[in-house]
């Protein structure tokens, strides 16, 4: 079993819509979740962290943890064409000194 | 003003030959590491430094030495490059704080071709 899961896609949805995006993790001591988008050719950059059971939402994103069922989600809502990128989920646990990374989902918003 | 920068941003060899790649961070965080992130986007840990002392050596070959002169640098070098080592490879920094990690910063990655 793979640390932290994501399907790869592509997740193709039009514009305006809401994407989904969901990622699952092994670790059950794991406290801080994080999720990066990337465009290609670019570096990761931090779409949102969260690090209690429940939503946090920012704008048109809303990312939810359930660490019972080791289940991280991200919500985008009113998708975008400049959303199209490559979406990682992270996961650190303390005292590991490492962020380990799923394989990411490509999502694809048709304009 | 970069937070963490590395250098340089591409970098094309021969089979063979040795290679280092630069990276600061000035975030003030205590931790960096170096990522490796293949063709499938896959971004896998090599290494991580706390307060420049090694922590973390992901199974990484010995062809490749991290060295932090100081917390805020940490560089690459490569010995004796081989076709498999081609990839992008990212520094990060980060900081901890209790029992919770603040998210990593990356640089803007190296892109690494053997030939």
């Known amino acids: 079993q793979k640390e932290v899961e994501q399907n790869s896609g592509p997740l193709s949805v039009p514009e305006g819509a809401i994407a989904s995006l969901n990622c699952t993790y092994s670790?059950?001591?794991?406290?801080?979740f994080f999720w990066y988008r990337q465009y290609s050719g670019k570096s990761p950059e931090l779409i949102m962290s969260?690090?209690?059971?429940g939503d946090k939402e920012d704008g048109r994103f809303t990312a939810q943890l359930n660490k019972a069922s080791q289940y991280v989600s991200l919500l985008i809502r009113d998708s975008q064409p400049s959303d199209s990128a490559t979406y990682l989920c992270?996961?650190?646990?303390?005292?590991?000194?490492?962020?380990?990374f799923g394989t990411g989902t490509r999502l694809k918003v048709l304009a | 003003d970069t937070a963490v920068s590395q250098t340089p941003k591409y970098l094309v060899t021969q089979m063979g030959n040795d290679k280092s790649i630069k990276c600061e961070q000035n975030?003030?965080?205590?931790?960096m590491y170096w990522y490796k992130q293949d063709s499938k986007k896959f971004l896998k840990i090599m290494f991580s430094?706390?307060?420049?002392?090694?922590?973390i050596n992901e199974t990484v070959p010995n062809r490749f030495s991290p060295k932090s002169p100081d917390k805020a640098h940490l560089n690459l070098h490569i010995n004796s490059l081989e076709l498999g080592d081609s990839a992008v490879y990212f520094c990060?920094?980060?900081?901890?704080?209790?029992?919770?990690?603040?998210?990593?910063?990356f640089g803007q990655g190296t892109r690494l071709t053997v030939v």
């Open positions: 430094y706390n307060n420049k002392e090694l922590i």
């Open positions: 992270a996961v650190y646990t303390s005292g590991t000194y490492k962020y380990i």
């Open positions: 990060a920094s980060s900081q901890v704080r209790g029992q919770v990690n603040t998210e990593a910063f």
């Open positions: 670790d059950r001591g794991s406290q801080s």
């Open positions: 969260i690090y209690s059971n």
């Open positions: 975030l003030g965080h205590d931790t």
